[in-house]
């Protein structure tokens, strides 16, 4: 592998995660990839064998204490200290605040708000140290998969919106906290992605397939993946700090 950057990005067994990682292997960059099912991390990593940059397979669950802290440590020990953290696992629930499945609440708050700002904390604190080591002449970016269901109130899907949201203003004031130190922290804010997200969490075929047909087509990852590519290759003074993508012809 040449001397480019190092990554890890979460969420790389399905859709936005998984071609991300793609992009930023075909670019050059050794990827710690993340995500519960060590089987797909490891068909990716097949799958990308061959281009000019590398994948470290990483299989766990983003609630456990301590899985950022051990997927950043795995980057340093195969390629050095990793200067790129994506952080696009999560999930979605169906249903409006009556009509969603509340056994479900504390499970999507755990992984889309809790585990995501344990990510910022942890990835943020080593950043930071790495910074204040080197000066901050080198950047570093921490990328954040939110949604446009997290910038505007979406009446039928304000469950899982709200820890969009939430996340939303976790990225902005992380920014303002590590900016000084040439730390880019960045909202990716996409509309209707065409990926595993719909099934994952049981949304509606139908629904959905009514979606695509009124505003379609639909992004699909790779138009996500060109976008955090984008992000990442600024000169280091600027910051694209946020980024909302939709299909065309999706209206809200
Ligand atoms: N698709 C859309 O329309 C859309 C629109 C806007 C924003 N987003 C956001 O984009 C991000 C990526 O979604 P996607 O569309 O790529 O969905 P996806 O295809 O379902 O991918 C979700 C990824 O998150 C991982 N994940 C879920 N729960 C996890 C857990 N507890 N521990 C570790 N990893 C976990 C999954 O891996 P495992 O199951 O293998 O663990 C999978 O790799 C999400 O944050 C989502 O909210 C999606």
């Not at 061959?50 to 980057?75: C, I, K, R, Y």
């Not at 696992?89 to 249903?95: E, I, K, N, T, V």
């Not at 969490?201 to 087509?217: I, K, L, N, Q």
Request: include cysteine; aromatic fraction near 6%.
């Amino acid at each position: 592998m040449s001397q480019q950057r190092v990554a890890v990005v979460t969420g790389a067994t399905s859709g936005i995660g998984r071609a991300i990682t793609g992009r930023l292997v075909q670019e050059g960059m050794g990827v710690v990839a993340a995500g519960r099912r060590a089987g797909r991390l490891g068909e990716l990593a097949e799958e990308l064998a061959g281009q000019p940059g590398a994948v470290l397979p990483l299989a766990g669950e983003m609630t456990q204490p301590g899985h950022t802290e051990e997927l950043l440590a795995a980057a340093e020990r195969e390629w050095g200290a990793a200067s790129v953290f994506v952080a696009s696992a999560g999930r979605g629930l169906p249903g409006t605040v009556l009509g969603s499945d509340a056994a479900q609440w504390r499970e999507l708050l755990e992984v889309n708000y809790l585990a995501v700002l344990h990510q910022l904390r942890a990835c943020a604190a080593v950043f930071t140290k790495q910074a204040e080591a080197d000066g901050g002449s080198q950047v570093r970016d921490i990328v954040v998969i939110g949604s446009t269901v997290g910038r505007q109130v979406s009446a039928a899907n304000p469950v899982y919106g709200s820890t969009k949201f939430a996340v939303h203003s976790l990225v902005e004031a992380l920014r303002q906290e590590v900016c000084a130190l040439n730390i880019r922290v960045t909202l990716i804010e996409p509309g209707f992605v065409r990926s595993g997200f719909q099934e994952a969490a049981g949304y509606d075929t139908a629904w959905f397939e009514g979606v695509a047909a009124a505003s379609g087509p639909l992004l699909v990852p790779e138009d996500v993946a060109e976008v955090v590519q984008f992000v990442l290759d600024r000169p280091k003074h600027v910051h694209l700090d946020d980024i909302r993508l939709r299909p065309t012809r999706q209206k809200a």
